[in-house]
């Protein structure tokens, strides 16, 4: 990780939309890691509204900063990337979805900008499984085109570790299931519609039987889940959608401090 400047004052916000164009080129100059939410708008189920992804990934980046920063790294997150590849959620309405071209050049267009700034650390944070392959392909090929370190991971392929013990009927984050529910119960609860929570479960995984996680077929929703959830929300809460909240970004937080990561060799 490349040394900071010692004459750099630090930003007053984590947040790029909060700062002026003067302090942005300062966290540059800084040799910021630039964190980049992205997400999607689409169905989560009869209970939840259609944010959810946009909530949780942007709260997961910005408080993964806020862990960065407070161990002394220099950090900045973008606002969310919110539309992403949500083909298999369009059967159930309210989902907007881009073409993998489209969402690979929002993608560019955004990390090449900060590049133009002189970011040379990006940081491809993913809220949406239906985004995880395409981002690995993302930071690969556009860590190629600009000569800069570019990661990308789905935060909760990224710690597993940390989730599974937090929930009761699932071992990981599904879709609009115990985690989910939990985050948005603790994050913004007005998004939750109560009255429907009983209908919210559906199957414990979106894969046929004998498929391993090594054989890629995304299937639309509707061929497998009548409510458009995988995984049981029955049981979530706000108390455990804080501590999730919590484990997941101090574990992030950590990953991302690795200096081996950042190294230009």
């Given at each position: 990780m490349a040394k900071k400047p010692k004459s750099a004052g630090r930003a007053p916000s984590l947040e790029w939309?909060?700062?002026?164009?003067?302090?942005?080129?300062?966290?540059?100059?800084?040799?910021?890691?630039?964190?980049?939410?992205?997400?999607?708008?689409?169905?989560?189920?009869?209970?939840?509204?259609?944010?959810?992804?946009?909530?949780?990934?942007?709260?997961?980046?910005?408080?993964?900063?806020?862990?960065?920063?407070?161990?002394?790294?220099?950090?900045?997150?973008?606002?969310?990337?919110?539309a992403g590849l949500a083909e298999h959620h369009m059967a159930f309405g309210g989902t907007v979805t881009l073409d993998h071209a489209t969402f690979q050049a929002v993608l560019r267009h955004v990390v090449r900008s900060a590049v133009r700034h002189g970011f040379r650390r990006i940081f491809l944070m993913n809220g949406h499984g239906g985004n995880a392959e395409a981002i690995g392909t993302a930071a690969t090929d556009l860590a190629a085109e600009f000569g800069v370190r570019v990661g990308g991971g789905t935060y909760w392929h990224m710690v597993p570790e940390v989730i599974e013990p937090l929930l009761e009927r699932q071992p990981t984050l599904m879709h609009a299931c115990e985690a989910e529910t939990s985050m948005m119960m603790h994050l913004s609860p007005d998004s939750l519609r109560p009255d429907q929570l009983s209908k919210a479960h559906g199957p414990s995984s979106s894969r046929v039987p004998g498929q391993p996680p090594g054989l890629l077929m995304?299937?639309?929703?509707?061929?497998?889940?009548?409510?458009?959830?995988?995984?049981?929300?029955?049981?979530?809460?706000?108390?455990?959608?804080?501590?999730?909240?919590?484990?997941?970004?101090?574990?992030?937080?950590?990953?991302?401090?690795?200096?081996?990561?950042w190294k230009e060799r």
């Amino acid at each position: 990780m490349a040394k900071k400047p010692k004459s750099a004052g630090r930003a007053p916000s984590l947040e790029w939309m909060k700062l002026t164009a003067a302090e942005i080129q300062a966290e540059a100059t800084a040799d910021a890691l630039v964190i980049i939410p992205v997400a999607s708008m689409e169905q989560h189920g009869p209970h939840l509204a259609t944010g959810v992804d946009m909530v949780l990934g942007g709260t997961v980046a910005l408080e993964t900063a806020r862990r960065l920063a407070e161990a002394g790294e220099r950090v900045i997150v973008t606002p969310v990337c919110w539309a992403g590849l949500a083909e298999h959620h369009m059967a159930f309405g309210g989902t907007v979805t881009l073409d993998h071209a489209t969402f690979q050049a929002v993608l560019r267009h955004v990390v090449r900008s900060a590049v133009r700034h002189g970011f040379r650390r990006i940081f491809l944070m993913n809220g949406h499984g239906g985004n995880a392959e395409a981002i690995g392909t993302a930071a690969t090929d556009l860590a190629a085109e600009f000569g800069v370190r570019v990661g990308g991971g789905t935060y909760w392929h990224m710690v597993p570790e940390v989730i599974e013990p937090l929930l009761e009927r699932q071992p990981t984050l599904m879709h609009a299931c115990e985690a989910e529910t939990s985050m948005m119960m603790h994050l913004s609860p007005d998004s939750l519609r109560p009255d429907q929570l009983s209908k919210a479960h559906g199957p414990s995984s979106s894969r046929v039987p004998g498929q391993p996680p090594g054989l890629l077929m995304r299937r639309p929703f509707r061929e497998f889940t009548k409510t458009g959830v995988v995984g049981d929300a029955r049981v979530a809460s706000a108390e455990k959608g804080a501590k999730l909240v919590e484990a997941i970004s101090a574990k992030c937080a950590e990953l991302l401090a690795n200096p081996e990561l950042w190294k230009e060799r």
